[in-house]
């Protein structure tokens, strides 16, 4: 089956990785998964925020790991969408769990580079342990070593590897990271790579797909690609009814 993931919530409808674009996505029974991207303060909470730096989806500056939860959730992270959002939170991830979990799958990335953020797969695995939301979740990211750490704490997680490009010996970085996911920029996939993978046993994950004619050339490469995007209404517009 098609899945529908809401790129950062419904962020083509309110500010991203904010509980208002989460509650959109939420509210509308043909998105099956949600996107969020995860960093570490500097008290070391875990909370939504893309870019390392606050500059452009708050009025705040400098990077996450600087600031503390009580700093960053003082911060206003909707005006720049629009003044409709003015006073918007940045959300902490316990939050998202709760409001997500019973309700849709939620996929976690999770954004580090380097050492930037040690702990960040052990505070992520234990937070949502805690919740009893294995199941409902899959972790993600552009850092495969992080991954396969997920997959040592605890390999009943799903994990995946997000890639942007088509990199030679795919399957064998799987492998070595226990990821079962393949989380690729659109452009970069086409139906005997889908298909392939999927005979392999692994799951792919077209992203960011926009505009419907995207949207309907990739859903045609296989029946079960799931579609990371910011305007899921342009992909269940073109779903069978």
């Known amino acids: 089956m098609h899945v529908c993931m809401a790129h950062r919530g419904w962020s083509g409808k309110a500010p991203e990785n904010t ?16 996107e969020i991207d995860v960093q570490v303060t500097k008290d070391g909470e875990l909370v939504l925020m893309h870019d390392f ?10 990077p996450v790991k600087a600031h503390t939860l009580a700093q960053i959730q003082s911060l206003d ?7 409709a959002f003015t006073g918007e939170r940045v959300p902490t991830l316990e939050e998202v769990l709760m409001a997500v979990r019973g309700r ?16 960040l797969a052990q505070k992520v695995v234990e937070l949502v342990t805690r919740h009893e939301m294995q199941a409902e979740v899959i972790i993600t990211s552009f850092d495969h070593e992080v991954i396969k750490r997920v997959h040592e704490l605890d390999p009943s ?10 990199p030679t010996l795919l399957t064998e970085q799987l492998r070595e990271t226990g990821a079962t996911v393949i989380s690729i920029a659109y452009p970069y996939v086409t139906a005997p790579f889908v298909r392939d993978m999927h005979e ?33 209404d342009r992909m269940i517009g073109l779903l069978p009814a």
């Not at 849709?104 to 702990?119: F, Q, R, S, V």
């Open 77 to 83: 992270a909707g005006s720049w969408f629009g003044p």
């Open 200 to 232: 392999q046993g692994y799951q792919v994950l077209a992203w960011t797909v926009d505009d419907e004619q995207s949207i309907e050339t990739v859903l045609a490469y296989h029946p079960d690609i799931h579609v990371c995007t910011n305007h899921p």
């Open 19 to 34: 509980m208002a674009a989460i509650q959109l996505a939420l509210g509308e029974p043909g998105v099956q998964a949600i």
């Open 104 to 119: 849709c799958m939620l996929n976690i990335e999770l954004k580090t580079a380097g050492d930037l953020y040690p702990d």
């Open 53 to 62: 730096t606050l500059e452009r989806t708050t009025n705040g500056a400098g």
């Open 157 to 166: 997680f799903t994990t995946g590897l997000i890639i942007y490009g088509k």
